[in-house]
Structure formats: structure tokens, C-alpha cells
């Protein structure tokens, strides 16, 4: 089946949910919370999750225009 | 440093004055569009989420819970990143049904009053301590500033102002179809001061308390259990739990879910604001840290949730402290507007209208309008005064999480609403009871025994302990655990009704699935008259023609499908208006359908067709390669170069394609849901007498039309549909129209052009049978040079005319041969002897002295309707056929028998028959077994398509060196020759 842009967007959102999940919802958030790291390293691991909404987000578009 | 109390208050109303600005201006339509419909506005108005707990409270969450306060905004970045799969699915059911709330949402979908009732109370309930909130803040902000108590009657004075507000620019229109675009904009600009002053606040904390990052750096480095205290809840119970009931509330929260799905202009938006969104709120919370640490570095004695205030005050700063204070003003007063807006709506249409339907005499609008009006005082009211009870017992994040665990019971019953076809309404309603039971026993009644309300409560920490929980997931766990487990298996338990199955069908595979039946109201002016009965002359009057407007339809218009399609916009116009389940009711009662009759195939194919159309970009896998291929079989439908009907059960066309367009010079909007006997002349006739016919094919069918002669082919098939008993009385039928007329025309060219070569075969023997007596008359007229006497004169003159007379003859036969003729021209009775002898002499011209002998066996009373040019060509075409296959001495014999039925021709030659290879393509065009130049092959096609126009047959039985039999029948009694 043909893949659309917005079934690409769709699936890069989904993704990103899984690893803002990954981050913040798992053991894994043990990883960078322990061990004496900058007080912004969740700023950080956030603003990654936003810019990677963002580019599903733009690519999505890119490729819906003509 | 304090601050005076009434330039506060004077500050605080000029603010609020000036929202009252911009919602006017922006109302007034004197802000260009596209900055109103801008996605960044759209996203700033979803900064409602924040508010004073953010606002102020973050920094106190902070100093005891460290990055906990984060769990509230990260909640709410996984909502929006699972923006496909959750909001955009909500945004397009709410805007598609004009549904406003989450209470319309559910009552709509699990098609229940109860359910948007229990919706209504539980979100009210859940909202109360909320409000009370942000006036606390609002309160308590002005008592940091001001080192005194205010007095309550501040707090009155800010709810009366929220109130006119929300009043005035929330309540200015009483459907979902009419946006608030002015409250939008202020709730934006509010948002954007939050943000500003925050960061300010931030900012000042960094250099004006630390006197730089660097200095920041340095204290941390001195304080390492700072960032250490902050870290510490990272990955506890407490933090899944909060992410968890973050991203619930992102959507579910009344506010929310106004500005995110009722308030929503673009879909586009949505896209935008699912990373725009999140990062608003992650500059929002940016500053929160160091707003703390400098509150730690200052060695402020104040509570940590007023920090915000306090660091700006404590420094001395002129206007810092006025700008901070404006910006919790922002944070509070764009909550309780919003939240009261949205809760407004659901108690209308979910409590006081299923109370107390208001008197069809009255407008409803007004009724409605005011309606909403009372409500929202009432709920600030109930807010205020759950404020001036709980005093200030509770933490500002306490009395928020309180609301946020409430909100999340919804969830289960929006997951089954999205995508669980199988929920039923009692599986929704025993799982609310349940969730919102637990809810209140573990939350609100610890909360209200801790203000003082009640004194003795169950102590819950025993079984806290035993699960090892905190006492949010305590809370969540045990109201979420058995709301899902109710809702689940009720919903099991229960068998769904079909409204519902309807309902959830439409919800969860977005396609919009229509009724079946027919209004039994028959025109607009009838849904007005049957409507007004329950919602009032004027407002039935305004809704029919509001819907109407909305389809581009004439009021006129009786056709039963659009009469459907406006039952079904009017009732989702009315669903915004008084909620999906009284709209529901009203429709049902005064717009019955007879579902009786039969529409489904017709309606079905018209709904989905629409339907896909606007979800196409919402259809992945199967359904969009069915939808690819139902477009691509539509579209060979449309490009056949054959005119294709379709008619659904009830008789009216479903598909009219562009063939029929281009050959009827109807369009298919026209066509499309009327029977073909509405169909103008002379295709209703037509069209319409075919269909009725038993034949299942109609050849050669002459139609006037324009002014023109046309003729057409036509076929008809039944179509049985597939939903319905196969052995149906009423099937569906498809007709194909296959126009003739440009074969008619070409083939009266090719029997021209046929005739004028047989001319120029046969011009040779004219030319010597006119040679004959020219000579004659030579040879008299020579003679009568020398005549003298009168009677040898005389004698000789009737010779000559004898001869002119056998030249007339001659000529006058080819020139009725020759004279071009059109198939339309009239039948008329014609001596059958009289053609064969006609074509017998021009034949004999050419072939005089080949040495054939001809016969003709007619009796002379044989008497056929037919057109006799055309029959003396096929004789003609026949007997030169046969002549050219002959040898001297050969006979060729004619002749006609007269049967009961059936007149008989036969044309008998003793050539040299047809080679067998040929007798397939005998008839085809330009095939003959002559010599290059003797014939063009065009004789036989003729003959037979001249035949098949008199309704006749024509069999050709040879054998090759025998000879080569010929036989013609036409229909038709013995005719009088009278």
C-alpha cells in the first residue's frame, strides 16, 4: 500500500510519544536522573521530544504540498 | 516592600478591562482574519491549561517535589504527540456533529441523557475546587503584596468581573457554528502575558537575584542538594501517575477541551499546536528552578507558591511586582472564564433543558442565551463558595490534582468511544459511578475532612501501604482499576441498541454511517411545520432554513434523499444548539423516518460517497484501497463511452454518468434522486417506458429531440442489492444507452456512396441502352427528311417519342436509384413485383449481354410497407451480386411467397457460390470475393442493414461451383394492395 504524508506524520507523532515515554515513564528516566547531571537535562530531553513533534509536524506538510 | 491594595485592584481591573478590549475588537472583526485564525493564537488560547497552579503554585510543587511539577506538563506533550491517533479523532467527531463538550460527546455516542448528565455533575464536581482555586490564588497573591488580608469582598468583586466577561464575550452566541473568536483571542493574549511575566520573573531571579548564570552556577556548586532535592521524585510512583493524569486532563479538563475541539477554526491548527503547544509549556516552566532557587538564596520566609511574587518584592522592584501580579491575574481569570463557558454549556444541555423544556412559545435562542448567562453566574458562584469554605487548607496543587484525577475517570469511556464499538451506555454510566465513587471517598472526603467539614473519615494510609502507593496512585489506581473493570464488563454484559451501534460506528471507523428510511415529512415547509410544534415558529423556521443554506438547497426541494440529508443536517445543527440527545429526540419525534421504504442502496451510496470524500485523508489500509477502488470503478463508470443509469429501489437514479450527460444535455446534479419519469421530454418517455418494458434490450429506438432524429440502442440489467432480500419486489436496475445516430449517419453515407459506385458500374450498359434508341431516332429523324406524306410523319414522330420515352425510362430509374436517401424517411405500401422489375432493369443494363437469363416469380398483389428506394438498392445489390457470380447461360431467379406472418424473397443464382472462408464475413463492410474495382464490398452490409431496418432477416446459404441461395424475410400480414 501507497504510504501518505499524513500516515508518515502520523507515525513519526507516535513515535515520538513512545520516546517521550522512554524518557520520562520508564526505567530508563532512572538513567539521567541519577548521578549528578545538569539541573536543564529535562529541558533537554523535552525540547528534543518537541523538536521531533515539529519535524513529523513540517514533513508531514512538505509533502501534503504540491 | 508591599504594595497598595487598591492600585492592585486598580491594575487588576485595567487588565481585565483590557481583555475586554480585545474580545470586543476582535468581535467587531476589526483584527484581520488570518491573525484571528492563526495557528500560533490557536495554540496561545490553549495555554488556559496553565493557570494559577502553574502560575504560582509550580514553585511551591517544586520546592516539595521537586521535578514532579514537570509530570504536568509532560503529560500533556504525550497527549499532543498522540495527537493522530486521540484529539484530531475527537476534533473531527465534535466539529463534524457540532458537539461542544465532553458531555455532548458522550451522549451522542453512547446515546443517553444519563450518560451527559452524570458527565455534566461529575466534571462540575470535579471543577468546583478547581475555580475555587484560582480565586484562592488571585486572593492570596494580593495578601503577599499587600502584607493584610483582603477582604472577601475582593474576591466577589473579581468573580462579578469574570462573570461579565465570560458573559459577555463567551455567551455572545448560542450554537458551536458561530466561534468565539474575541474570548480566543483575549484567552490567547492572556496566555502570552503568563508567558512574558513568567519569563521576566525568571529572568530577574537569574540576574537580578544571582546577579548572572555564572553566580547561578556557583551557588548550585555550593548547594549540591538543590538540583539533587529536585531530581529525587524523578521515576517514583508518584511520577507515572502524574504523567499519567496530565495527559488526561490535557484533553478531558472543560477548558481543554472548549478551547481544543468547540473553539478549534482550522483542523491545521491542531497540527501545529501539537508541538507548538508543548513547547509554550516548556518556556513556561523553564524559569521555575531558579524562581525557587532564588526564593532558597533570598531566604524568603513566604510559601514557596508565591515565590513569583515574592523575590520581585522582596528586591524592591518599582513595577516587577505589579507585572507579576498581572500575570496571575492572566492565569486565573482565563481558567475560570473558559472552564465556566464550557460547564455552562453541558448543565444547559445536559441538566436544565432534559429538567425543564422551555415553552415553545418562548425563543428558544433567548431562552437558551439566558440560560447559558444564569448558569455561568451560578458556577462562579459555586466556585466562589467553595473558595470561602475550604479557606486555605489545601495546596494549590492539591486541590488541581484533585480536579485532574476526577477528569481521567472519563477516560475509559472516551477510549471506548474512539475505538471500542462494543461499549454500551450502562458499561459507561456503571463505570463513572464507580470511578467517581472511589474518587470521592478517596480524595474529596479526605480533602473535605482536612477543611474542617466533616470530622471522621476512613483512613486509607492501611491500604495505601499495602499497595505500596502514594496517595495520588492510591487515588488513581483504585477509581481508574474499577472504573475500567465496570465499564468493561457491563458493556459485556449488555446488549447495544441499534441508535447506539449507529452511534459507535460513526465514532470509531469516522465514517459517518446514515439511517435508513425515508422523512415522512415531504418538503422544507414541512420539517418547519412539524419542528415548531416543539422548538417554536421562529427558531424551526430559522434552523430548517439554516440548514437548508447549509446544504445549497432549494426549499423546494422533495426529493427523499436530500430531504434525509436535511433531517440529518438540521438535527446536528440542533445538536450544538440543546445537546446531541434532545436533538436526538425531538428530530426522531417530529421528523420520523418510515423505514419501510426503500432507499438504502441509493442513500448508502450518495452518504459514503460524501462522506469519503471529506475523510479521505483519514483512511489508511484496507479502507483506502477500497476507497481507491471504489473511485476507480466509479470512474470507469463515469468515462464509458456508453450512457449508464442507475436506479436504486424506490425507482429514483443513483448514478447518471457523463455519457448520458453529454447525450441528454442533463447534468447529474439534476438528475441524481429522481425518478426517471421526472426526467424532461423526451427521456422520460424513453427511458422511463424502458424500464417499465419486460424486454431487457430496445434496438433501433428513434427519438426527436432538439430537432433532430437520434437513435438509440438500449440495454437494461437488474441489479439486486445486497442488504436486502434478494428476491426483493422493487430491485434496483442498471441502463445503458448505446446512441446510434452517428452509425445511422455514417451508413446512409456509405449506402450514397455504394449507390454511386453501382451508378458507375452501371453507366457502361446505360450509356448503350440510351445509345439504342438515340440511334434510332438518328435514323428516323434522317428519314423524316424525306417524308412527305402526313401519316409517315405522324408514324415517325410516335417512334421518336417511343424512343425519347424508353431514354426517360431509363434515366428516370437511375435517378431514382442515385438520389440520396436518409433512413428516417416515412414507410409506405410498395408493389414488391415492381421493385424486383426495377431492379432487374438497371441489373440488365450492365449485364445485357452476358448471356443470363432472369426470372421473376412475384405475384403482382404482393404488397409491402417499406421504403422503396432503399428496397429496390438491395435487389439491385442482390442481383448484381449474383449476375457477377454467373456464367452464360446461368438463370437467376427471383422469388416472393406470401406466409401467414412472413413474406419470403429468394434469390437464386447458379454461379460460383461463396468460398466457405467468407461465410463469416459476409457481412461485414468492404469484404467481397470480386475482383479489385469490381465491387467495393459495401453491397451486402447495406442490404442487410437495410433489411434489419424493415424489421426483416436476411440468410445467405451457398455452396461453392453450385450456386448461392439468397433468403429475405420481412414481418408482416399479406397488405391489401388497395
Given amino acids: 500500500m501507497a504510504r501518505t504524508p499524513d500516515n508518515d506524520s502520523t507515525a513519526r507523532s507516535l513515535v515520538t510519544g513512545f520516546i517521550l515515554l522512554l524518557f520520562f515513564a520508564t526505567p530508563f528516566a532512572g538513567l539521567w536522573s541519577k548521578g549528578g547531571h545538569a539541573w536543564y537535562l529535562p529541558y533537554v530531553l523535552w525540547l528534543l521530544v518537541v523538536v521531533l513533534l515539529a519535524v513529523a509536524h513540517f514533513r508531514g506538510r512538505r509533502k501534503q504540498d504540491p | ?978
Fill in chain 2, 1 to 978: 516592600m508591599t504594595l497598595e491594595l487598591s492600585s492592585l485592584f486598580i491594575a487588576g481591573f485595567l487588565y481585565l478591562v483590557l481583555l475586554f478590549l480585545i474580545a470586543y475588537v476582535t468581535d467587531r472583526g476589526l483584527i484581520p482574519e488570518q491573525w484571528v485564525s492563526h495557528p500560533l493564537v490557536y495554540t496561545l488560547s490553549l495555554g488556559v491549561y496553565a493557570t494559577s497552579w502553574t502560575y504560582y503554585g509550580s514553585v511551591g510543587f517544586a520546592n516539595s517535589n521537586g521535578y514532579l511539577f514537570l509530570t504536568i506538563y509532560l503529560g500533556v506533550t504525550l497527549a499532543f504527540a498522540l495527537s493522530p491517533v486521540l484529539l484530531r479523532p475527537i476534533l473531527r467527531l465534535t466539529s463534524e456533529y457540532q458537539l461542544s463538550s465532553l458531555a455532548d460527546l458522550f451522549a451522542f455516542r453512547y446515546r443517553s441523557q444519563l450518560v451527559g448528565m452524570l458527565v455534566t455533575l461529575f466534571m462540575l464536581i470535579g471543577a468546583l475546587p478547581y475555580i475555587a482555586l484560582q480565586i484562592r490564588a488571585v486572593t492570596q497573591s494580593l495578601q503577599e503584596l499587600t502584607q493584610e488580608a483582603p477582604p472577601h469582598i475582593l474576591a466577589l468583586g473579581f468573580c462579578i468581573t469574570l462573570t461579565a466577561f465570560a458573559i459577555l464575550f463567551g455567551a455572545r452566541h448560542i450554537s458551536p457554528r458561530q466561534k468565539h473568536r474575541g474570548l480566543v483571542m483575549a484567552i490567547a493574549f492572556e496566555s502570552l502575558v503568563k508567558l512574558v511575566t513568567l519569563l521576566s520573573v525568571g529572568l530577574f531571579a537569574l540576574f537580578g537575584v544571582f546577579g548572572g548564570p555564572d553566580n547561578l552556577n556557583q551557588w548550585l556548586g555550593e548547594h549540591p542538594d538543590a538540583i539533587e532535592k529536585l531530581y529525587e521524585p524523578v521515576g517514583g510512583t508518584q511520577w507515572g501517575t502524574l504523567i499519567f493524569l496530565a495527559f488526561g486532563a490535557a484533553f478531558l479538563l472543560p477548558r481543554q477541551f472548549h478551547m481544543l475541539f468547540a473553539e478549534n477554526l482550522r483542523e491545521d491548527n491542531l497540527r501545529v499546536a501539537s508541538w507548538s503547544f508543548p513547547l509554550f509549556l516548556l518556556l513556561l516552566n523553564l524559569p521555575i528552578p531558579v524562581i525557587l532557587w532564588a526564593g532558597h538564596y533570598l531566604g524568603l520566609g513566604t510559601d514557596p507558591d508565591y515565590y513569583v511574587l515574592s523575590i520581585t518584592l522582596s528586591q524592591g522592584h518599582s513595577w516587577m511586582p505589579m507585572l507579576t501580579f498581572i500575570g496571575g491575574i492572566s492565569a486565573a481569570s482565563a481558567m475560570v472564564i473558559v472552564t465556566t463557558l464550557a460547564l455552562s454549556s453541558m448543565c444547559m444541555n445536559h441538566l436544565l433543558l432534559p429538567a425543564s423544556y422551555p415553552d415553545p412559545r418562548l425563543n428558544l435562542y433567548y431562552w437558551l442565551l439566558w440560560g447559558r448567562r444564569l448558569m455561568i453566574g451560578l458556577i462562579i458562584l459555586a466556585g466562589y463558595s467553595f473558595y470561602a469554605f475550604l479557606e486555605h487548607r489545601a495546596g494549590l496543587a492539591q486541590l488541581g490534582l484533585i480536579s485532574f484525577v476526577a477528569v481521567v475517570q472519563f477516560l475509559p469511556g472516551i477510549v471506548g468511544l474512539l475505538y471500542w464499538r462494543r461499549a454500551t451506555r450502562e458499561g459507561v454510566i456503571a463505570g463513572l459511578l464507580g470511578g467517581i465513587g472511589v474518587w470521592a471517598f478517596t480524595l474529596l472526603v479526605p480533602m473535605l475532612q482536612h477543611s474542617g467539614f466533616i470530622e471522621n473519615a476512613y483512613p486509607l494510609s492501611h491500604w495505601q501501604e499495602m499497595l505500596a502507593l502514594d496517595h495520588w496512585s492510591f487515588a488513581t489506581f483504585c477509581s481508574l482499576g474499577l472504573n475500567s473493570l465496570l465499564f468493561a464488563m457491563v458493556s459485556l454484559a449488555n446488549r447495544q441498541r441499534i441508535a447506539e451501534q449507529q452511534a459507535a460506528a460513526s465514532c470509531c471507523s469516522s465514517m459517518f454511517i446514515p439511517l435508513s428510511g425515508v422523512v415522512t415529512a415531504r418538503s422544507p415547509e414541512e420539517f418547519k411545520k412539524e419542528l415548531s410544534v416543539l422548538l417554536g415558529k421562529s427558531t424551526a423556521e430559522k434552523e430548517v432554513d439554516h440548514a437548508l443554506n447549509d446544504l445549497k438547497m432549494s426549499p423546494r426541494e422533495t426529493r427523499p434523499a436530500e430531504l434525509r440529508r436535511l433531517r440529518e443536517r438540521i438535527e446536528r445543527n440542533l445538536y450544538g444548539l440543546i445537546g446531541p440527545q434532545m436533538s436526538h429526540l425531538i428530530v426522531n419525534q417530529k421528523l420520523a423516518l418510515d423505514p419501510e421504504a426503500r432507499t438504502a442502496l441509493a442513500d448508502s451510496m450518495r452518504y459514503v460517497e460524501e462522506r469519503l470524500a471529506h475523510s479521505r485523508s483519514v483512511l489508511h489500509g484496507l479502507t483506502r484501497e477500497l476507497d481507491n477502488l471504489q473511485r476507480y470503478q466509479r470512474q470507469i463508470l463515469e468515462d464509458l463511452p456508453l450512457g449508464a443509469c442507475a436506479l436504486g429501489q424506490d425507482g429514483e437514479i443513483i448514478i447518471w454518468n457523463q455519457a448520458m450527460e453529454d447525450t441528454t444535455g442533463i447534468d447529474a446534479q439534476t438528475t441524481i434522486g429522481h425518478p426517471l419519469s421526472q426526467l424532461p421530454e423526451p427521456w422520460n418517455d424513453l427511458l422511463g417506458g424502458f424500464a417499465r418494458a419486460a424486454d431487457s434490450h430496445s434496438y433501433h429506438l428513434e427519438v426527436s429531440f432538439a430537432g433532430k432524429t437520434r437513435w438509440f440502442n438500449l440495454h437494461k440489467a437488474v441489479v439486486e442489492d445486497p442488504q436486502v432480500s434478494p428476491t426483493s419486489e422493487a430491485p434496483g436496475m442498471v441502463i445503458l444507452m448505446e446512441d446510434l445516430t452517428q452509425m445511422e449517419n455514417l451508413e446512409a453515407e456509405l449506402a450514397h456512396s455504394d449507390r454511386l459506385a453501382s451508378i458507375g458500374r452501371l453507366a457502361a450498359g446505360v450509356a448503350h441502352e440510351i445509345g439504342n434508341p438515340v440511334t434510332g431516332i438518328a435514323s428516323i429523324a434522317q428519314n423524316l427528311k424525306y417524308e412527305e406524306e402526313p401519316a409517315a410523319i405522324e408514324q415517325s414522330a410516335r417512334d421518336i417519342l417511343t424512343q425519347t420515352r424508353r431514354i426517360t425510362d431509363i434515366v428516370q430509374s437511375l435517378m431514382n436509384f442515385s438520389r440520396s436517401s436518409s433512413a428516417d424517411r416515412p414507410l409506405a405500401p410498395v408493389a414488391l413485383r415492381e421493385v424486383l422489375q426495377d431492379a432487374l432493369a438497371l441489373v440488365q443494363l450492365t449485364h445485357k449481354h452476358d448471356g443470363l437469363h432472369y426470372r421473376i416469380d412475384c405475384d403482382a398483389s404482393i404488397t409491402l410497407n417499406a421504403d422503396r428506394q432503399r428496397l429496390s438498392q438491395v435487389f439491385v445489390n442482390l442481383l448484381n451480386n449474383a449476375s457477377d457470380a454467373s456464367s452464360r447461360g446461368d438463370e437467376i431467379s427471383v422469388s416472393a411467397q406470401q406466409h401467414a406472418r412472413r413474406l419470403i424473397v429468394t434469390v437464386i443464382d447458379q454461379g460460383s457460390g461463396i468460398p466457405d472462408h467468407f461465410r463469416d464475413q459476409l457481412f461485414e463492410p468492404f469484404t467481397t470475393t470480386k475482383q479489385t474495382g469490381k465491387g467495393t464490398g459495401l453491397g451486402l452490409a447495406l442490404a442487410r442493414n437495410i433489411i434489419l431496418d424493415h424489421n426483416g432477416d436476411i440468410e445467405i446459404d451457398s455452396e461453392p461451383g453450385k450456386g448461392t441461395r439468397v433468403i429475405i424475410s420481412f414481418p408482416g400480414e399479406p397488405l391489401n394492395p388497395s
